[in-house]
């Protein structure tokens, strides 16, 4: 056996994997290192996949002092003292999390404690890290000792570069990336979605498992080939292998029953099985053919839910408030859509606001209509929810990111603004969404740190009334047009309005336009969101409301 197999059960380990190999791995270019972890180049080789952790893991840029090898050396016998290192209690901050054996044997299924509790020693500032546990126990098979596994762990934790993301932790950290990923869910995996929200009461509480799905349930081969393409890429890989296992799961399960209060425990099952699925080859293949945003407006989206945290007092660990408490039937009452018609709507808006309850802000039934009247009584909330109903008794609206007083920033001309969350939809006849174009077409934006001084077509969009002065004070990813050169300005005629007329979404057409008595209007097919009339293509409004977004949660 070779120098890195002290802590390995070769009876557990996939057959094909070598032992030994002298080989070195010899690579500076990283795209071409990414290309080859993506390739699982030293996936089969035991030996070398544990050169390029250790290197890799070694130039992670870290704080100034950050524990070693010899410090574990120092404090482990003070710490562990004559305990049996099988039953050493786990720090809190691990918070239950399974402590996976993967393909250890018995030295380093008790090697894994004694590391975790040496770091909870050295690293006090962490509050709450579930992810811990298989990462120490993944890095301690291609370690030679327990001390070097212990520092490649530190090196991880203690990474002091802001644009690399590695491991949540605090809970602050841990739950907006629970949220960052029902987001993504929402808008790349709305089949998988939309069985969450029908089998389960709390959507939410289902996709917080995220990551133990990764570092938990998923079988060492696989969770060995995450963790290599994660040291070279970074946190935007578990997103997108989370979401990956999530839409095999819909589409193998498609059909079959799912008890609702079981679907966490499905999901975990499956995780566990996924062998039978899919291959960890075509695992990650179908995880990067998900054509998620840019690292970018992630990170702008996952500030923006922990941004929303830190405004309600959530910062440590509490029992969260599902969409069946947000919306129900004793605090909801509508005169166009019913308790579940809005828990579906409620389903669909960004998970920072889904923590709240609906306020009814305006009804043509009480407030009467008048276009002057919703606009005193819809300024000041952001975002807002318009639903409609016509005299026909179709039911259609529109998700609004934006506070309408921007509407102002254009003086006396109709001008465009919002940002790429806001969607139409319709309920009756039937239920249908329509985001963004950009979110299910990206190759229509290009990302870039700046826009083109020469673009006239983006500036005309992008007027001052879309561009807030503070990028840190409105955080809405998929998001701010700013961060895109869109070849097109009908891509981003999200809002409008004036003493005339609302207008939704723009470009050859537009989503909905109402007029000023707010008694007639018109839907027809939109570029900004691809979609089709959302009722008749001329309608006659019989009922209005504007919803807003009440904070039932600070502390």
Known sequence: MDEYSRFVDWDKMDATIQVQDSKELICTDFQEFKHLARQGCWAKN????????????????????????????????????????????????????????????????????????????QFPDISFCP????????????????????????????????????????????????MTFGDLVNKYCQAAHKLMVAVSEDVLEVYSDWQRWLFGELPFVYVARVFDVFLVEGYKVLYRIALALLKVFHKVRAGQPIESDNVQQDIRAFVRDIAKSVSPEKLLEKAFA???????????????????????????????????????????????????????????????????????????????????????????????????????????????????????????????????????????????????????????????????????????????????????????????????NLPSKTASMFMAGSNECIIIGGGDGQALYLDADLNHGRTSHCNTFNNQPLCSENFQISAMEVWGFKDTMNV
């Open 131 to 178: 992810a811990l546990p298989s990462v120490v126990a993944l890095l301690l098979h291609y370690s030679r000792d327990e001390a070097e596994c212990f520092e490649m762990v530190c090196h991880i934790l203690a990474c002091n570069d802001p644009s690399k993301r590695l491991i949540d932790q605090t809970f602050l950290a841990f739950e907006s990336s629970c």
């Open 290 to 484: 998900i054509r998620l945003f840019s690292r970018k407006e992630i990170q702008l989206l996952h500030m923006a839910n922990e941004k929303a945290l830190q405004e309600k007092g959530i910062t440590v660990k509490q029992k969260r408030q599902n969409v069946h408490l947000a919306v129900h039937a004793e605090n909801f009452k509508s005169e166009i859509v019913s308790v579940k018609e809005m828990r579906d709507i409620w389903s669909w808006i960004p998970e920072r606001f889904a923590l709240c309850q609906p306020l009814l802000l305006f009804t043509t039934l009480e407030h009467g209509c008048s276009l002057n009247r919703f606009y005193s009584h819809s300024e000041g909330h952001e975002p807002t929810l318009l639903v409609i109903k016509t005299t026909a008794k179709e039911v259609c609206g529109a998700y609004l990111s934006t506070d309408w007083s921007e509407r102002r920033r254009g003086g006396n001309k109709l001008s465009f603004f919002g940002t790429g969350e806001c969607f139409v939809f319709r309920l009756q006849p039937e239920v249908e969404r329509y985001e963004w174009v950009i979110i299910k077409h990206p190759e229509l934006a290009m990302t870039t740190s700046e826009p083109r001084a020469k673009s006239t077509q983006v500036s005309t969009v992008l007027s001052s009334s879309s561009i807030p002065s503070d990028s840190s004070d409105r955080l809405s990813p998929f998001l701010a047009a700013r961060h895109f």
């Open 46 to 121: 035991h030996s070398l996949r544990a050169k390029v952790y250790l290197k890799l893991i070694g130039n992670i840029p870290c704080r100034t002092v950050t524990p070693d090898a010899n410090v574990y050396r120092d404090i482990v016998v003070k710490i562990i003292g004559k305990r049996n290192a099988g039953t050493l209690p786990l720090p809190e901050f691990v918070d239950n999390s399974l402590v996976p054996n993967y393909c250890l044997n018995a030295e380093g299924i008790g090697a894994v404690r004694k590391i975790i509790c040496c770091i909870a020693n």
